[in-house]
């Protein structure tokens, strides 16, 4: 199984976010601190926003920030809202054309199924919290973009 961009940008904005305890953000300063594009980042957040994951401010002073706290967001919840879908097969997809002459007593599907329902609720056994400890360090390596606009680091 493989994550789409849209997932893997969705949690490195919740990181990002989430690192900095409350405040918000803007695009520029996230695709500065990990380096992508800022166009992919547009519509990462505006998918998070209308998911209910994060609020928007329009103007001068907007951004964006979560809508709650990192230890209420579950990884597994997040990938399901971000993922188009977890066909991991051609025949776990809705839209297989091709039948299967096996299907009626293939035991695959059912395990690949099951497989992947086991991995999202091992994710959803932790939280965005889990993944921004320890924030010095998140902000160290996310860079003086970050630090500038961190809560943790402000002067």
């Known amino acids: 199984m493989r994550l789409t961009k849209q997932t893997d940008y969705s949690l490195r904005v919740l990181i990002y976010l989430g690192a900095l305890d409350g405040g918000s953000a803007t695009i520029d300063q996230v695709a500065e601190a ?8 547009m519509k990462v957040v505006h998918n998070l926003a209308t ?3 994060l609020e928007t401010q329009r103007g001068r002073k907007g951004g964006f920030r979560l ?3 990192p230890r209420e967001l579950r ?11 977890f066909a991991i097969a051609e025949c776990l997809g809705e839209s297989n054309k091709t039948p299967c002459p ?4 293939c035991r695959l599907k059912g395990l690949l199924s099951k497989a992947t329902e086991e991995w999202l609720k091992t994710l959803n056994r932790h939280t965005l919290a889990d993944l921004i400890e320890p924030r010095n360090r998140l902000v160290e390596l996310l860079g003086a973009n970050y630090a500038r606009t961190s809560p943790i680091h402000a002067d």
Request: glycine share 10%; no cysteine; net charge neutral.
């Open 34 to 41: 990990y380096t992508i594009s800022r166009n992919h980042l």
């Open 51 to 53: 998911k209910g994951i």
């Open 67 to 69: 809508a709650r706290a």
């Open 75 to 85: 990884l597994g919840e997040i990938i399901r809202l971000t993922e188009p879908d």
């Open 102 to 105: 096996i299907d009626g007593s």
